[in-house]
C-alpha cells in the first residue's frame, strides 16, 4: 500500500547520510520533498500541512549528535510524527463485563463489511470467544448468502432468520439476534448492517435505530483504503450522522497509496483497531501504529513476523526440534520440510519477507519469488526415502537420479536442495552452539527472471610458502612454528 511513499522517503532522507551536520536550507529542502511525498500519497491536506509543520520545527531544532547521523535524526522525527498521525497507541475491543458483547459493523456498500464480519469472528474465536454473526443486511442482493458462506469458512453460528434481497426488517433481527446469542451463551455478537452507495438519510437512521435497539458496545466504521479521500470524507459523516468507536481499513494490502490510513485519524479522532490485509479470513490483523510508521520508512515490522511465525508453527514441532538442537541431533531433510511448510503457511514468501527491514529496496526481486518452490522442494524430499532423508550423505549418483525421476524434478535440482539443506543444517548447528547464524537465504530457483550480475570477485595473492599455498587453496588456515618458516620458504 504505501511503496511509493516509502520509495520516495527512503529516496530523500539517503540524500543526508553523507552529511555531518543539516543546515537549515538541508531542514526546508527535506519538509518541501516530504510536502510533496504525502500530497501524492493522497493524504489530506490539512493533515499534510500539520506534519510537515512539526517535522521542519523539530528538524531545525536538531542538534549535533555524536550517535546518529542527519539522516537517522531526521528518521526518528519522521518515524515520532507518521506514529501520531496514525493513532499512536494501540487500540484494543472493550468487552462488556455482562455478556453478550455486542459490535456493530457499519461502512458504505463494497468496503468489505460482510467479508471483515467473518474474519472479526474467527479472529475473536482464536482468542476464546463464542461469536454470533447476525445478518442485519437486508437489502444487498445475497448479503445473508454471502454472511452464511462466510461464517461456514470461519466455523461460527450465524443468525438469519429473514431471507434478505429486500424482505425483513433488519432492527427487529438485530435485536432478536441479541437474544437468541444471551439464550445460546454467545459472549459476542457482531451484527453485519445494510450499507449504502452513497451516504443518506435513510442509512443513517436505520443505523442509529439498530444501536439503540442492540445497545452497541462498540461500532467500528469499515474503510475501503482503495477510496482515498472519498472515504475519509464519508467517515466524517458516518461520524456526525451515527457515531463510531473506532475504525476497521479493508484492503489494505491493495496498490492504493494509502492516503486514507494516514488521514482518517486525524481527520475523525477515532483510532484505527484493524486491518485487513487480504482475501483470506486469516489476513486481518490487530493494526499497531508503531509498526506501520516502521514499515512505512521500510524499517521492516519484526514483531509483526514473529507473531505470524508462532501462529503457524506447531507447538509439539518446536518443542521437538528443540530439543533435538539441545541433544545435538542432526536436523534432517525431514525437519528441514517442516520449517518449508511453516513458511508456506505464514503466507506468500514476499509478503512474509516484506516485513524485513530494507525489503522496499527488493521490490523487484520479491515480485519474481516463485513461491511454487516451496512445493518443487516437498516433491524432491518426499520422493527420498526414510534413510535418505535422515542422511543426505547416502545420497549417491543413482539415488540422486531416482529422486529426480520421482519427483519430476532434474538432477541439478536434486543437487541444488541438497546444498540448500547443507546450509540449513549448518546454521541450525550454530543456532545451538549460541552462535549468531549467518543466515539462509531464499530456495534456489524462488527468484525467476534476470538478475543483476554481480561483480567479479578478487582473487586473492598466493602465499609464497607451498604449505601456506595448499592449505589456503583447500580453504584451511595453517600457523607453522617458527623454527619450520624458514625451511618452507621460496
Known amino acids: 500500500m504505501f511503496e511509493q511513499l516509502t520509495r520516495r522517503l527512503s529516496g530523500s532522507l539517503k540524500k543526508f547520510k553523507s552529511k555531518g551536520t543539516l543546515s537549515q536550507g538541508d531542514v526546508e529542502t527535506f519538509t518541501r520533498e516530504l510536502r510533496i511525498s504525502l500530497l501524492e ?3 489530506a491536506l490539512s493533515v499534510v500541512e500539520e ?5 521542519l520545527e523539530k528538524g ?4 549535533k549528535s555524536t550517535t546518529l547521523n542527519p539522516a537517522q535524526q531526521l528518521t526518528r522525527i519522521v518515524h515520532d510524527e507518521l506514529l ?11 468487552f462488556s463485563k455482562r455478556p453478550p458483547t455486542v459490535i456493530l459493523l457499519v461502512g458504505l456498500q463494497g468496503a468489505g463489511k460482510t467479508t471483515l464480519a467473518g474474519k472479526l469472528a474467527l479472529l475473536l474465536k482464536k482468542q476464546g470467544h463464542m461469536p454470533l454473526l447476525v445478518a442485519a443486511d437486508l437489502q444487498r442482493p445475497n448479503a445473508v448468502n454471502q454472511l452464511e458462506t462466510v461464517a461456514a469458512q470461519a466455523g461460527v453460528k450465524i443468525f438469519a432468520p429473514e431471507p434478505g434481497n429486500g424482505k425483513g426488517n433488519p432492527i427487529k433481527v438485530a435485536k432478536a439476534g441479541v437474544k437468541f446469542a444471551e439464550q445460546k451463551v454467545h459472549d459476542v455478537v457482531i451484527i453485519d448492517t445494510a450499507g449504502r452507495l452513497a451516504v443518506d438519510k435513510a442509512l443513517m437512521k436505520e443505523i442509529r435505530e439498530i444501536r439503540e435497539s442492540t445497545s452497541a458496545h462498540q461500532v467500528l466504521f469499515v474503510i475501503d483504503a482503495m477510496t482515498g479521500q472519498d472515504a475519509v470524507r464519508t467517515a466524517e459523516e458516518f461520524q456526525q450522522g451515527v457515531g463510531f468507536d473506532a475504525i476497521v481499513m479493508s484492503k489494505l494490502d491493495g496498490d492504493a497509496r494509502g492516503g486514507a490510513a494516514l488521514s482518517v485519524k486525524r481527520v475523525t479522532g477515532k483510532p484505527i483497531m484493524f486491518a485487513s490485509v487480504g482475501e483470506k479470513l486469516t489476513d486481518f490483523e490487530i493494526f499497531y501504529p508503531d509498526r506501520m510508521a516502521s514499515r512505512i520508512l521500510d524499517m521492516g515490522d519484526m514483531l ?3 507473531e505470524k511465525s508462532d501462529e503457524v508453527l ?6 521437538k526440534l528443540q530439543a533435538k538442537l539441545e541433544a545435538g541431533d542432526n536436523f534432517t531433510l525431514e525437519d528441514f520440510l517442516e520449517q518449508m511448510n511453516a513458511i508456506k503457511n505464514m503466507g506468500p514468501i514476499s509478503k512474509v519477507l516484506s516485513m524485513l527491514p530494507g525489503a522496499n529496496a527488493m521490490k523487484g526481486q520479491l515480485d519474481q519469488i516463485d513461491d511454487n518452490e516451496i512445493k518443487r522442494t516437498a516433491a524432491i524430499i518426499q520422493s527420498m526415502t526414510p534413510l535418505e532423508r535422515r542422511d543426505p550423505k547416502v545420497l549417491n549418483a543413482s539415488r540422486r537420479l531416482r529422486i529426480a525421476r520421482g519427483s519430476g524434478m532434474q538432477v541439478s535440482d536434486v543437487n541444488s536442495l541438497v546444498e540448500r539443506f547443507t546450509q540449513a543444517a549448518k546454521m541450525m548447528k550454530q543456532v545451538a552452539a549460541g552462535k549468531v547464524p549467518s543466515g539462509i537465504g531464499l ?7 534476470p538478475q543483476k550480475p554481480q561483480p567479479p570477485k578478487k582473487k586473492k595473492s598466493k602465499s609464497g610458502n607451498p604449505a601456506k599455498r595448499a592449505a589456503e587453496e583447500r580453504g584451511e588456515s595453517i600457523t607453522l612454528p617458527n623454527e619450520f618458516k624458514n625451511l618452507l620458504k621460496d
Open 60 to 63: 531545525l531544532s536538531l542538534q
Open 41 to 43: 500519497a493522497d493524504v
Open 314 to 319: 506447531d507447538e509439539s514441532q518446536k518443542k
Open 304 to 306: 509483526t513476523l514473529l
Open 51 to 55: 506534519f510537515c509543520a512539526e517535522v
Open 443 to 449: 530456495p534456489p530457483g524462488s527468484v525467476k527472471g
Open 84 to 94: 501520531k498521525i496514525l493513532g499512536g497507541e494501540t487500540t484494543q475491543l472493550s
